[in-house]
T-cell receptor
Framework: GAGVSQSPRYKVAKRGQDVALRCDPISGHVSLFWYQQALGQGPEFLTY????????KSGLPSDRFFAERPEGSVSTLKIQRTQQEDSAVYLC???????????FGPGTRLTVT | KNQVEQSPQSLIILEGKNCTLQCNYTVSPFSNLRWYKQDTGRGPVSLTIMTFSENTKSNGRYTATLDADTKQSSLHITASQLSDSASYIC???????????FGTGTQLKVEL
């Protein structure tokens, strides 16, 4: 069956531009997570949704980062006024309610020049 | 701050050999520990998940162990294959919520 998909797979942005990264979770999965993975590092938690409710956004590094999931399915991570330190792979994961397992998408590699 | 530390940082082994990767964590209260395999350019894929009451779990050629008292885990790979070349990440979940703390991974390369 279809897994978690993310788009675009690669994004190059000039410093100061806004970007929007999309995540399509597995159909029916209630929980959705965003992670940031710097080169050579493990992923770091950004934010978590249960349906359309953003229950935890403690990992968002600044107010330039904003995530939404308005209909409880597709989610968008928006980064405003991008900076070089935002360059990373952004991973999305989803899971069914009450299940521990998280299923990851392939990630979007963002490069800010 | 909750931390997950892995060793070695990188490892090269010959095809067919066994290897063991280590993970130490300070996450508390602890819910479960997972090992993920991440191929280059792909998202992590789960290999094993263990709760504090489990001390070993196998998935094919992968065997994970957990000592919740010493807060240590290991991942043993037997009869390695070229396709095992990847980053292996230890991940610990806190007791409440769904937040995961990831280690930096061990980069494994299997050579002929």
């Amino acid at each position: 069956g279809a897994g978690v998909s993310q788009s675009p797979r690669y994004k190059v942005a000039k410093r100061g531009q806004d970007v929007a990264l999309r995540c399509d979770p597995i159909s029916g999965h209630v929980s959705l997570f965003w992670y940031q993975q710097a080169l050579g590092q493990g992923p770091e938690f950004l934010t978590y949704f249960q349906n359309e409710a953003q229950l935890d956004k403690s990992g968002l590094p600044s107010d330039r980062f904003f995530a939404e999931r308005p209909e409880g399915s597709v989610s968008t991570l928006k980064i405003q006024r991008t900076q070089q330190e935002d360059s990373a792979v952004y991973l999305c994961a989803s899971s069914p309610t009450g299940i521990v397992e998280q299923y990851f998408g392939p990630g979007t590699r963002l490069t800010v020049t | 701050k909750n931390q997950v530390e892995q060793s070695p940082q990188s490892l090269i082994i010959l095809e067919g050999k066994n290897c063991t990767l280590q993970c130490n964590y300070t996450v508390s209260p602890f819910s479960n520990l997972r090992w993920y395999k991440q191929d280059t350019g792909r998202g992590p894929v789960s290999l094993t998940i263990m709760t504090f009451s489990e001390n070993t779990k196998s998935n094919g050629r992968y065997t994970a162990t957990l000592d919740a008292d010493t807060k240590q885990s290991s991942l043993h790979i037997t009869a390695s294959q070229l396709s095992d070349s990847a980053s292996y990440i230890c991940v610990v979940s806190e007791e409440r919520g769904n937040k995961l703390t990831f280690g930096t991974g061990t980069q494994l390369k299997v050579e002929l």
